[in-house]
Nanobody, 120 residues
């Protein structure tokens, strides 16, 4: 079992920056991929960015390319999302997620979410 705990959300003005963190812990840490998702009020949850845990290969949604950077520290089992040039449309609850190596699920574990609010 893996537990994910996000932190770093908050209120920021448009054009500002925030860094989200997701600390992963658990008895059996066999993670293949981790990612950040977000869900705005009245909208479906969407993928923001993903990273393979060992190789560090990344993927970004078009809406955040060039503004957000996903990274991980494998020594601390922590996932990050650096968000720059934030826009009001980035306002959402942000979730981190993890998929076990070899899993056929989209993702196996989810954090509780952290609110990001961008004011205009």
């Amino acid at each position: 079992q893996v537990q994910l705990v996000e932190s770093g959300g908050g209120l920021v003005q448009a054009g500002g920056s925030l860094r989200l963190s997701c600390a992963a812990s658990g008895r059996s840490f066999n993670i293949g991929t981790m990612g950040w998702f977000r869900q705005a009020p009245g909208k479906e949850r969407e993928s923001v960015a993903t990273i393979t845990w060992l190789a560090g290969s990344t993927y970004y949604a078009d809406s955040v390319k060039g503004r957000f950077t996903i990274s991980r520290d494998t020594t601390k089992n922590t996932l990050y999302l650096q968000m720059n040039s934030l826009k009001p449309e980035d306002t959402a609850v942000y979730y981190c997620a993890a998929r076990r190596s070899g899993s056929t699920n989209l993702y196996d574990y989810w954090g509780q979410g952290t609110q990001v609010t961008v004011s205009s």
